[in-house]
T-cell receptor, first 110, second 114 residues
Framework: EDQVTQSPEALRLQEGESSSLNCSYTVSGLRGLFWYRQDPGKGPEFLFTLYSAGEEKEKERLKATLTKKESFLHITAPKPEDSATYLCAVRKNTGNQFYFGTGTSLTVIP | NAGVMQNPRHLVRRRGQEARLRCSPMKGHSHVYWYRQLPEEGLKFMVYLQKENIIDESGMPKERFSAEFPKEGPSILRIQQVVRGDSAAYFC????????????FGPGTRLTVT
């Protein structure tokens, strides 16, 4: 069964305390893996696309990496404004659907 | 440089009424996806449309739900005879349809059925 699982469900960090969020997937034939940030009451905001194992993308304090089974979103020295829910999604080689995980709710405490 | 627009942002309907949700994609985008998000659940794919065509509606309930994306005007998600279980946030996302498949989301419509 095609599935995307994110962990942990919730994460509380002190400002400056680096950590990683995990997205594991079981799909047959990955076309792309996508990371989004969602603030309360708003739509998801696109962050990164990763296509193949070994690929890495960076943006400010965020770095996304991809293996054959999972992706990590590394947050370096987070700030309170990084507090949000981070979603990952995958698209298969076949079909048109995107499969979303339930997200990791990140809280960064000043 | 407007992003994806959705309206209304909030919609309240009584059971049995119809709900119409509108989505205007980003400029230059001709692909639209609709998703439903329930509390504590992930975004669930409903339907994928290109201008004047439904490409994939495999995630949409067979009854009461329909979607269109006409040549002119916004994409519309229509829910007939709403029930309480339809209460959710509905998001649309648009894409240019190129190789990247990157989607850009609107702010969502929060539907409440009373």
């Amino acid at each position: 069964e095609d599935q995307v699982t994110q962990s942990p469900e919730a994460l509380r960090l002190q400002e400056g305390e680096s950590s990683s969020l995990n997205c594991s997937y079981t799909v047959s034939g990955l076309r792309g893996l996508f990371w989004y940030r969602q603030d309360p009451g708003k739509g998801p905001e696109f962050l990164f696309t990763l296509y193949s194992a070994g690929e890495e993308k960076e943006k400010e304090r965020l770095k996304a990496t991809l293996t054959k089974k999972e992706s990590f979103l590394h947050i370096t020295a987070p700030k309170p404004e990084d507090s949000a829910t981070y979603l990952c999604a995958v698209r298969k080689n076949t079909g048109n659907q995107f499969y979303f995980g339930t997200g990791t709710s990140l809280t960064v405490i000043p | 440089n407007a992003g994806v627009m959705q309206n209304p942002r909030h919609l309240v309907r009584r059971r049995g009424q119809e709900a119409r949700l509108r989505c205007s994609p980003m400029k230059g985008h001709s692909h639209v996806y609709w998703y439903r998000q329930l509390p504590e659940e992930g975004l669930k794919f409903m339907v994928y449309l290109q201008k004047e065509n439904i490409i994939d509606e495999s995630g949409m309930p067979k009854e009461r739900f329909s979607a269109e994306f006409p040549k002119e005007g916004p994409s519309i998600l229509r829910i007939q005879q709403v029930v309480r279980g339809d209460s959710a946030a509905y998001f649309c996302a648009s894409s240019s349809g190129t190789r990247s498949f990157e989607q850009y989301f609107g702010p969502g419509t929060r539907l409440t059925v009373t």
